[in-house]
């Protein structure tokens, strides 16, 4: 017998991921630890460092979150594995979702030869584990979290960084309370951890979205090195659809503010 439309529409439907259909983790490191222990086994017998692996995982994991952001609760998401969809093919879905929504959207502080190059096998396991997660509802930070399971001990092990644990964070912004008009500088940003949290506390004093967006032009970082003070203000930036002023810069080097 025939399927009615609506059979035919339910099978094709069944694979299909709607931001309405996200849930929140349990425990989004879990997730992330999982992921990277899968990583670990694949990567170990590769080439690739540990920086450019984090980098490859913070880039997928910020297409997430624009893909989250962009959507409306009835939207299909991107950043999952379709049903029939090849491994070549989501490769380069991705590839083309990066350029168009990251590149493009934040030209000045992407590289030029920035993308994701994960091999199809390592993309399809860190989708797998994200695609019915929502990370915006799993995490008030989700950089904070990825940070200290893919990045943190590369970090400290290369440069003696460390991150601030986001309790201390949330504690030190909260005690010290900066007005709204306020401006505010962290000279060894990170990832940005004060800053989203300044920003999170600022928001909540103020009602009107257009001085929201505003607000973020007050939010100042420093880090020395490129790659942090690039995701630090992608991640501002993303989340507040504002301009921030994040550099890379050596704060502690007094030569170079002659």
């Given at each position: ?26 425990n ?11 990583l ?45 969809e ?53 995490s008030?930070?989700i ?8 990045v ?47 920003k ?23 880090d ?9 203000k992608?991640y ?12 890379c ?10």
């Amino acid at each position: 017998m025939p399927k009615t439309l609506e059979e035919f529409t339910k099978k094709n439907e069944s694979n299909l991921i709607r931001k309405k259909d996200l849930k929140k983790a349990p425990n989004l490191k879990k997730t992330f630890i999982s992921i990277n222990n899968h990583l670990y086994g694949k990567f170990k017998y590769a080439d690739t460092d540990t920086r450019a692996r984090s980098k490859e995982i913070i880039n997928l994991l910020l297409c997430k979150l624009v893909d989250e952001i962009n959507k409306s609760p009835e939207d299909e998401m991107d950043i999952y594995i379709r049903e029939g969809e090849t491994e070549p093919e989501l490769l380069e879905r991705i590839q083309a979702f990066f350029q168009l929504n990251v590149k493009k959207k934040y030209p000045d502080i992407m590289g030029e030869n920035e993308q994701i190059t994960l091999n199809e096998d390592l993309l399809i396991i860190i989708i797998k584990e994200l695609e019915h997660i929502s990370l915006l509802e799993s995490s008030k930070d989700i950089l904070s979290d990825a940070f200290e399971i893919f990045v943190s001990k590369m970090l400290k092990y290369e440069g003696g960084q460390f991150f601030t644990p986001p309790n201390i964070v949330k504690f030190m912004v909260n005690y010290l309370d900066p007005e709204v008009d306020s401006k505010v500088l962290d000279p060894a940003c990170g990832h940005g951890g004060f800053l989203l949290e300044t920003k999170e506390l600022l928001w909540s004093k103020i009602d009107n979205e257009q001085k929201k967006v505003k607000l973020i032009s007050n939010l100042h970082g420093i880090d020395k090195d490129l790659f942090l003070a690039r995701i630090c203000k992608l991640y501002l930036e993303i989340l507040s659809s504002g301009k921030s002023n994040v550099f890379c810069e050596d704060s502690l080097d007094f030569v170079s503010y002659r």
